[in-house]
């Protein structure tokens, strides 16, 4: 089945396009669009030049989903979508657009992810490892090995 997910963060939206089997997933496409949207929020709500730039981002990405055969997608959107007081009616507007569905994670499930995506890589051992996402909103550190993580904590930034 091919797939896609969407992390749209603070600084950057990431878009992976993969096939996925009983054996794993192989990459057919990995898009990364600087977007520092945490800097569109005056207020505490996204500008309209930002809910501009977020939009025109997000339908190419449908685009090239579409253009892959993507059938299967993830989207998820983190700290910026976390404080910004219009990010639902923007989301509305992303679905009504281009039929992507967002959903706004919280720190806690975004340490999940990100502890999930390092034990899937795996680099993790039996000893314990501090893992730590510093991203454009919200720092992540998670303490876990390969057998399940013991503690995760979301710093807002």
Excluded: P
């Amino acid at each position: 089945m091919r797939i896609a997910v969407l992390d749209l963060g603070t600084n950057t939206f990431h878009l992976i396009i993969a096939d996925s089997s009983e054996k794993g997933y192989d990459i057919v496409r990995r898009k990364r669009v600087f977007m520092q949207i945490g800097r569109g929020i005056e207020d505490g709500y996204f500008t309209s030049q930002c809910e501009l730039r977020i939009l025109s981002v997000i339908s190419e990405f449908s685009r090239q989903m579409r253009e892959e055969g993507v059938e299967y997608s993830l989207a998820v959107g983190t700290s910026a979508f976390r404080r910004a007081e219009n990010a639902f009616q923007i989301l509305d507007r992303i679905l009504e657009s281009t039929g992507i569905r967002v959903e706004i994670i919280s720190g806690a499930e975004e340490a999940v992810l990100i502890y999930e995506g390092v034990r899937f890589g795996g680099l993790l051992g039996e000893g314990l490892s501090l893992l730590m996402d510093i991203g454009g909103g919200s720092t992540e550190f998670i303490i876990g090995n390969r057998e399940g993580f013991f503690w995760r904590e979301s710093f807002e930034m």
